[in-house]
C-alpha cells in the first residue's frame, strides 16, 4: 500500500455496513477485529457476528490501542481496528506510538463521515479542513491510503494483509444509522473475545 495525493473529497462516499460486511466475508484465519464505539461497532455485530470480535463500549479513541496491544500479543494473528473519524481525533496520539512499534499484523480503517454521529450530528473539528490519511502518514504510518471507491477498498485490504508494517485505510461513509445493536454487557464480550482468541478455556 502506497500512500496517495488524492484528496479525501476526491473519494466515493460508501457505506460503513456495505464495508464491513466486506471485510467480514475476507476473514478466513480467525483474524481479531476491534470495533470502536457506537456505529461502528452497530455494524461489525450486524455484518458477522464472531468470538473474534471484540467491540468498544464507551470510551471514544480505544480501537486501535486495544488493537495494537493484540497485535503485539498475538504477532501470528492479523488484527483488524474499525474507528470512527471523531474517535480518532480522541487518540491521534496513538498513531505515532503504532508507526514506533510497527506491527506488521495491524489493519486499521478509519470510517469518516465528518460527523459525531452518535450524539447528534455535531461536525468534527477536522470535517472540513484535516486529512486523516495525511496525519497518519505525518506521523509514521507510511502505509495509509484513502479508499477510492468499494473495489479499492478490498484491494487493500488484501493488500495489508501481506504488508511488512502497519496499515491505515480511511473510507469516507455515508450518514446512514448502524444496522444493529450490540449486545451492551462488557464482561460477556470481554470473555467471549478471550476465548476466541484462545487466551481464557471454556469453564
Do not use: C
Not at 26 to 32: F, G, H, M, S, V
Not at 86 to 110: D, E, Y
Not at 111 to 121: H, K, L, P, S, V
Amino acid at each position: 500500500m502506497t500512500a496517495t495525493s488524492t484528496p479525501v473529497r476526491n473519494t466515493k462516499v460508501m457505506n460503513r455496513f456495505d464495508l464491513t460486511s466486506r471485510l467480514i466475508g475476507k476473514l478466513k484465519n480467525e483474524e481479531a477485529v476491534i470495533g470502536g464505539i457506537g456505529n461502528t461497532n452497530f455494524d461489525l455485530w450486524a455484518a458477522g457476528h464472531r468470538p473474534q470480535n471484540f467491540y468498544m463500549l464507551g470510551s471514544m479513541g480505544l480501537a486501535f490501542p486495544i488493537a495494537l496491544g493484540v497485535a503485539l500479543a498475538q504477532p501470528k494473528r492479523h488484527v483488524f481496528a474499525l474507528e470512527g473519524d471523531g474517535s480518532l481525533l480522541m487518540q491521534l496520539g496513538s498513531l505515532s506510538t503504532i508507526a514506533t512499534l510497527a506491527p506488521k499484523n495491524l489493519t486499521m480503517v478509519v470510517m469518516d463521515n465528518g460527523i459525531y454521529q452518535i450524539t447528534g450530528a455535531q461536525p468534527t473539528p477536522a470535517a472540513a479542513v484535516s486529512d486523516l490519511v495525511a496525519i497518519s502518514i505525518g506521523s509514521g504510518l507510511i502505509n495509509s491510503a484513502w479508499a477510492a471507491d468499494e473495489e479499492d477498498f478490498e484491494r487493500l485490504i488484501d493488500q495489508s494483509l501481506s504488508a511488512s508494517g502497519p496499515a491505515l485505510i480511511g473510507v469516507r461513509i455515508d450518514d446512514k444509522p448502524g444496522v444493529g445493536t450490540t449486545r451492551r454487557d462488557p464482561v460477556q464480550i470481554r470473555e467471549r473475545f478471550m476465548l476466541g482468541l484462545g487466551v481464557r478455556q471454556p469453564l
